[in-house]
């Protein structure tokens, strides 16, 4: 029988909490929130076992509670993310994710021959799939899909 590792993160009193990270991109979702950047207390746990997603993450954010088009942008790594909005220890809201028609700033295109890779000119792209995720350079057209997907 296979040994399975499960951290426990405890509650927290308020704030935000994002379940349902794939666990492979957890520092993706953490680089896009700027989580490295901010004071606010944060625990996370990873390699937990999910039925969805093989292996999932957890983020808990104290006192921090985050715009949707903020939240949002983690959706190009985290489709399946589910917010849980914490207030006094109690879930007082539930909120998925939703890929946005359009992403500014956070993919890199994987073109090497794009201009937003030798020039200093932020990435546009159109979301073409939601579903796996295709972004189509606002540039060059060229496909990025999930499995190109850097973020910058
Ligand atoms: N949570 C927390 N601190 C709290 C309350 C909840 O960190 N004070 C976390 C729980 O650990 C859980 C998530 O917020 O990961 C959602 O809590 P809850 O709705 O109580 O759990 P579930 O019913 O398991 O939610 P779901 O099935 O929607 O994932
Ligand atoms: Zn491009």
Redesign the pocket.
């Known amino acids: 029988m296979k040994e399975t590792k499960q951290l426990v993160v405890s509650?927290?009193q308020n704030g935000t909490?994002i379940?349902h990270v794939p666990a492979r991109n957890l520092f993706k979702v953490i680089q896009i929130l700027g989580l490295d950047h901010i004071e606010n207390q944060i625990t996370f746990g990873t390699n937990l076992e999910s039925k969805k997603l093989g292996k999932k993450a957890?983020i808990?954010i104290s006192d921090r509670f985050f715009e949707d088009d903020d939240i949002n942008r983690i959706a190009l790594v985290a489709p399946q993310a589910?917010l849980?909005i914490?207030r006094d220890?109690?879930?007082v809201e539930?909120k998925v994710v939703e890929v946005p028609d359009q992403i500014t700033g956070i993919a890199k295109c994987m073109n090497p021959k794009c201009i937003t890779n030798f020039e200093n000119v932020v990435t546009r792209f159109r979301v073409v799939s939601k579903k796996n995720v295709a972004l189509k350079c606002h540039y060059c057209e060229k496909i990025t899909n999930q499995e190109n997907l850097q973020i910058k």
């Open positions: 509650a927290i909490v379940d957890i808990k589910k849980n914490i220890y109690e879930v539930k």
